[in-house]
Every structure is written in structure tokens, then in C-alpha cells.
């Protein structure tokens, strides 16, 4: 099988790349899953698309162009799917940022996912 017909089925093959994402050795907070090994520019573009809520704007934040932020959540929907977490949608990520310890869930209260009047149980 030629690398041009490999490439079209597996992301990560190809010239540019020889071997899949490597998994971290580190386990998911609180749920004992494995979690991807994502650089920190990878968790940077990550918090602050899923802050801004769109790629233009993460862009723009970040001093980069849109398509390289697509690539960035590419490369980290990939990471989590080689250790069998798949993140497809935005709300899985979010997700799996806030099992991962990337996210403290008490930090977004400004953007509307926690009710700050409601009362504590």
C-alpha cells in the first residue's frame, strides 16, 4: 500500500509523520483513564477556543490563523481518540479538559455554565 493511500485513511501517516500520537503515561484525574499526551500549546489553543467559543476568535487571542487552530483540535481530538477517549464535539472536549485537570470547572462561572445564584446541595 503506497504512503498517499495510507495517508488518506489514517491522519497521522504520511511523509510528514511516521508513527501515531503516543499516549501519556499519566492517568485522568478522578476517572483512572489514560490521558494523551498534549503539548502545551496544544492545552493553550484548547482553553482558549473553548473560552472564546469560536476558532476566529481563538485565532485572533492567540496571534494565529484560524486553520492552525483547526489543526491544533485536530491533532488533540486524534490524541484522545489513540487512547480510546474520542472527544467529536466541542462539549467532549470541554469534558475531557475538566477530567484531565486542565479545567476547574468553579472557573467558568462567568460564561454561563454555572448558575451563580443557584444553592448548594
Same mark, same amino acid.
Given at each position: 500500500m503506497s504512503t498517499a493511500t495510507?495517508?488518506?485513511?489514517?491522519?497521522?501517516?504520511?511523509?510528514? #509523520?511516521?508513527?501515531?500520537?503516543?499516549? &501519556?503515561a499519566s492517568t485522568a484525574v478522578d476517572s483512572g483513564q489514560t490521558s494523551p499526551a498534549l503539548t502545551d500549546r496544544e492545552i493553550e489553543v484548547l482553553l482558549t477556543w473553548l473560552r472564546v467559543g469560536t476558532k476566529e476568535s481563538a485565532g485572533r487571542e492567540l496571534f494565529i490563523g484560524t486553520?492552525?487552530?483547526?489543526?491544533?483540535?485536530t #491533532?488533540?481530538?486524534?490524541?484522545?481518540? &489513540?487512547?480510546?477517549?474520542?472527544?467529536?464535539?466541542?462539549?467532549a472536549l470541554f469534558i475531557r479538559a475538566v477530567q484531565d485537570g486542565y479545567i476547574d470547572i468553579s472557573d467558568w462561572q462567568d460564561v454561563g455554565l454555572i448558575d451563580p445564584e443557584a444553592e448548594d446541595h
Amino acid at each position: 500500500m503506497s504512503t498517499a493511500t495510507i495517508s488518506s485513511h489514517i491522519p497521522w501517516a504520511g511523509p510528514e #509523520r511516521d508513527a501515531p500520537p503516543t499516549p &501519556a503515561a499519566s492517568t485522568a484525574v478522578d476517572s483512572g483513564q489514560t490521558s494523551p499526551a498534549l503539548t502545551d500549546r496544544e492545552i493553550e489553543v484548547l482553553l482558549t477556543w473553548l473560552r472564546v467559543g469560536t476558532k476566529e476568535s481563538a485565532g485572533r487571542e492567540l496571534f494565529i490563523g484560524t486553520a492552525t487552530v483547526k489543526s491544533h483540535l485536530t #491533532r488533540i481530538r486524534q490524541k484522545y481518540m &489513540a487512547v480510546g477517549r474520542p472527544a467529536a464535539s466541542k462539549a467532549a472536549l470541554f469534558i475531557r479538559a475538566v477530567q484531565d485537570g486542565y479545567i476547574d470547572i468553579s472557573d467558568w462561572q462567568d460564561v454561563g455554565l454555572i448558575d451563580p445564584e443557584a444553592e448548594d446541595h
